[in-house]
Every structure is written in C-alpha cells, then in structure tokens.
C-alpha cells in the first residue's frame, strides 16, 4: 500500500519550501500556508485579492536563483526566515514589511530580468499554478524513473510538490485523474497532471540550471510531473499515512 513519505509547504511562491509532519487540510482550500504570498515583479498584471498566473511572479523558471531559498513560517507570529547561499537570512513580517523582502531578493535577480516590485497574498486559495485551490501530489517511484533516466541523483524539490507518495509504480498518478483519494481522515479530488517548465532544471541547493529535467520528461511522452488535486473532505494527514485511490 502507498503512503506519504514527506510533506512540504511553499510559503511564499517559488521563494522557499518547509517540511511538515502533519497538516490539517479543508475542503475547498489549499494547504494552509502554502503559496500565500507572492512576489509580482515590475511586469505583472496580476491584482490584489485575485489569483493570477505563474509569469506575474518572480520565480525560478526566470530566476534560477531562487530555487536555493528555504523558509520557515511561525504561523502564531506569520514570522518568515528565509535563507539562500548568497544572501545573508532574512527574518520579516510578510504583512508588516514587505519591502524586507524585494530588497532582500532583488539581488538574486539578474538585471535583464523583471524586478521585483510587490508582495501579494491571498489567504485560502493562495498562487497555485492553478485557478483553483490546489494541493500537488507526487510519485516518489516517477521521480526514481527521471534519476534513472538521467544516470544521477536529483533532489524532490526541483518539483516544489506538496505530498510525496511511496508505493507507487512510475507514473501511476496520471490514472488517479477524475478519482478521489483518502488519505488519512482527508480525501481529495484529482482533477489534472502538473504541466512542468524550466523552473525544474534548476538546482534547489546552488540555484543553478544543471539538468535537463525537460527534456528527461519528454523521453517519457510528455511534459507532466505529479498531479494536481482539491480537498473535497475535511482531513489531518501526516507522514506515513496510506494513500488509498477511493
């Protein structure tokens, strides 16, 4: 039987990941703290209280840099630290100064690109790469087919997923689209596969493109990596917890 193997929030899109042991998720709803915040660069079309597309952000697809931050949220304080190899930590208030942080990460971005300009939250739904409040699982075994394919090791995190399933055989979640899955007292809808793009080429730990993630997609036929699914019932899950297609 599959279960979860590791579970991990985003709390300010593309700028840092953050393991957790349990979450408590609702229907309708993304993970709680994942994706809130977003930082719009100079070029964004994107409007308060509003969830908008990828490209009105910076991230790593743009900015391979980026993909080298971690974060860590208090969430009784919404204190954030992120850290990165190049720039010295930075602990701030999202709500409270969110200069702190485009002049915090302006740095990493390289001149040519759009600048960062504004930080946007948007609480319940947050900036998936979806319209919808989604919630991405991935298959620890999928992820084993690219490493082999590749002849190397590659981290989870070029994938920024939420819920990392063991079990599984490669590529089994693509048949989990239109199903509903229980996992612990929670139970989600799949509704499509993740279309990936160049922020996976990316390495999570020096923020430098090094693989070809894309290309290693394509050998397989096609350009997905995990699947994206709704809470449809209130639930807690934690790791170890099995994944049952319903």
């Not at 985003?10 to 977003?38: C, F, N, T, Y």
């Not at 990828?54 to 969430?75: W, Y």
């Not at 948007?122 to 298959?139: C, K, Q, R, T």
Request: with cysteine.
């Amino acid at each position: 039987m599959s279960s979860i193997s590791s579970i991990w929030r985003h709390p300010i899109k593309a700028l840092g990941r953050e393991e957790l042991a349990s979450v408590a998720l609702k229907a309708g709803q993304s993970m709680p703290w994942d994706r809130v915040w977003a930082l719009a660069h100079e070029a964004s079309k994107a409007t308060k209280g509003e969830w908008a597309r990828c490209g009105n952000f910076n991230r790593a697809a743009g900015v391979p840099s980026l993909m080298a931050i971690t974060a860590q949220l208090n969430e009784d304080s919404q204190e954030i630290t992120l850290r990165h190899p190049e720039r010295p930590d930075l602990t701030f208030k999202p709500n409270d100064a969110p200069q702190a942080l485009i002049d915090w990460a302006t740095p990493l971005v390289p001149s040519g690109r759009a600048q960062p300009s504004q930080l946007m939250r948007l609480d319940n739904h947050g900036y998936p790469d979806s319209a919808y409040p989604s919630i991405s699982l991935a298959n620890a075994a999928s992820h084993k087919a690219i490493e082999q394919h590749m002849g190397r090791d590659l981290s989870i995190h070029r994938w920024r997923s939420n819920i990392w399933v063991d079990g599984e055989s490669p590529w089994a979640e693509f048949d989990w689209i239109g199903k509903d899955i229980a996992i612990g007292d929670a139970i989600l809808h799949v509704k499509e596969a993740a279309t990936r793009c160049m922020s996976t080429a990316a390495n999570p730990e020096t923020g430098k493109r090094d693989a070809d993630t894309l290309g290693a997609l394509e050998h397989f036929g096609h350009q997905e990596f995990s699947v994206l699914a709704e809470v449809i019932q209130d639930g807690t899950i934690a790791i170890g917890d099995s994944v049952q297609v319903l």
